[in-house]
């Protein structure tokens, strides 16, 4: 049985105590015999800022780059709102993805039928709803050159961030929902907008080409990001696999994450390149650390541990295992069992650690 | 009795049908001894580049510079797909924001009673919604340097867009923005990414420090871009005026805009800085060009009409027909007349002529 390396990041606000409870659903792994894990966690965001002054240590970016994956919580929270830009918790974040070159960011949107109710959206928009978003992660805005503020003469100062793209960059994103929408409805939309931005022109001239060269199989549509966003709220069940930019993919993941209901239920994935059949990756919910809630056995671990589910798939080949991690999700729901932020009437509600008890044991 | 002067531009798709719905209004006024008005009509977008092979010809920028208002249909359509960048329909909407000096776009979310229904979102969260989006119009990355695309040695391309802000430009915008939350329930919400970009951080400091120095007095919220959008869809009444820049501002702006069920009765400001008791602007439509519904009285040219309203209030002040035109507006949907995109049962549904009809019987 091959061990798989495991970093940990738990890092911020409820991100240990959602993080504890993935290292119960290993453990439970290890004593089925199912698979051998390696386990090393370590500070990051604010977390490492106040055990070492940087949002993450050369040893854990070391760490990072020798795990088979990393499983990240959450990080940051108004405790460190005051620390310098190059130093605040979210760089940890941002170096992780970067470093490691986790180009592709997955994040599945799906509405748990159990849920439904708990959406914003009246529930037949919603019901059924199993979108992707593909996200840009290393590139954009987020890292461009400049970036910086300067004071001008008069005393004003002026701000700069430049949003970059290369074709390389368009074309390798665009290949993995290309190849992500072949394995489900078969659908992909390409969101930026080309009629403000030269970014969005270069993207729809680029998916276009890669479209008609190698994926014309798969239906394709462009849409304005504004648009987009609009339609997200409208009718988003007419998506499948929904491709855009870094910023862009931060904020339609968003709505559509918040459109579920299931926000504390959603995990996200982000890929490096194959390189010699393996590739870099990170799993991380797409709730954030949430420090009013935190340390308080309130937050919903099921995004988390359904991570560790997506890493199971892709990052060492345990399908299986995943499926099952999945299924145990789903009976622990149907039992009525919930924390806080999914209860409703006629529901258990529960804390994170029991929460975490309850899926083991469906284990 | 002052003659005010206006140009209008219809634009593309049904920017010329629900431009003259407004026209019948203005002629009502006139009859009425309310106020008169000196319309001229010129090309804008896709009907310009069709006419004079630019989105906005220099006499049409002249006629906007002379006028006191600009009353603004829609640009845009596949027509003008293959149109350079340079030259695209957008560029004649981006060149007025500009030269103009537009640099406060006021777009209200309004939920009207009657269309709480028409929502995607369950009633209870929405109706009643009331606020304002303040988006930065003529900042930002719509307008930075370097904006290009340039081919490398290996062949690729390489695309930039580059945000901006000044101090100045952050100040102006936030004065904005706390002086209508003044007006109204005295909250202010400023969304940024102060967490990745600069300018956010410019733009969350300068905002903050105008507050402590001249409108502490109004509520301030900092949020996050991404999470905003998410609150936007989770609980939109919890804002009052929300500020941001262009690119957040355009996209926020549109799912509160869908969230409201109304967007074909949006109207929006946008408007210059006070110069001599007066201040340059342009009203719009929220919703776009429509090229599907075009050319087929299908559209609703309430979102048009209540930008003269706006017209009339801001520019002209004439408070009181601006008044009578939203009340006759409400009566006018409260009888149950309605276009296709806002009918419902029990309600008489009419085209685009018969609604602006309507409306001017009910004043
Ligand atoms: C924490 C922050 C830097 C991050 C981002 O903006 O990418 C977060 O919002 C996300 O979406 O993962
Ligand atoms: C037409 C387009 C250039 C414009 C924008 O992006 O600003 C539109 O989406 C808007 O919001 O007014």
Known sequence: MATHKILLLPGDGIGPEVAGEVSKVLAWFTRAGIARFETETDLVGGAAIDAHGVPLSEAAMDRAKAADAVLFGAVGGPKWAGVPYAKRPEAGLLRLRKDLGLFANLRPAICYPALAEASALKRELVEGLDIVIVRELTGGVYFGEPKEIVTLEDGQKRAVDTQVYTTGEIERIAAVAFDLARKRRNKVASAEKHNVMKTGVLWKETVTKLHAEQYSDVGLEHVLADNCAMQLVRNPKQYDVLVTDNLFGDILSDVAAMLTGSLGMLPSASLGA??????????????????????????????????????????????????????????????????????????????????????????
């Open 274 to 363: 194959i390189e010699n059949g393996t590739r870099r990756a990170l799993y991380e919910p797409v709730h954030g650390s949430a420090p009013d809630i935190a340390g308080q056995n309130l937050a919903n671990p099921i995004a988390m541990i359904g991570s560790l589910a997506m890493a199971l798939r892709y990052s060492f080949g345990l399908l299986e295992a995943a499926d099952q991690l999945e299924a145990a999700i789903t009976r622990t729901l149907a039992a009525g069992t919930r924390t806080r932020d999914i209860a409703g009437p006629g529901t258990n509600a529960v804390g994170t650690t029991e929460m975490g008890d309850a899926i083991v044991r469906e284990l």
